[in-house]
């Protein structure tokens, strides 16, 4: 859990780039879950999108 608070506070005040990198290790840390091919799909397109806007 410590790991995941540092990881939160590390990226989360940062912009898009770090928000992307965050929810890449967010959708490892599923990735045995049944989830993690829906998280890893939302994670490419908020990236994606994220990229166009820049």
Known sequence: MNV???II???FP?????LC?????FSIS???H????LFHLIQ???CFFQ???D
């Open 51 to 53: 990229q166009l806007t």
């Open 44 to 46: 490419l397109s908020i």
């Open 9 to 11: 506070n590390k990226h």
């Open 21 to 25: 990198d965050f929810l890449l290790y």
């Open 4 to 6: 995941n608070t540092i």
């Open 34 to 37: 049944s989830f993690h091919f």
């Open 30 to 32: 599923l990735s045995f």
């Open 14 to 18: 940062f912009p898009s780039i770090q």
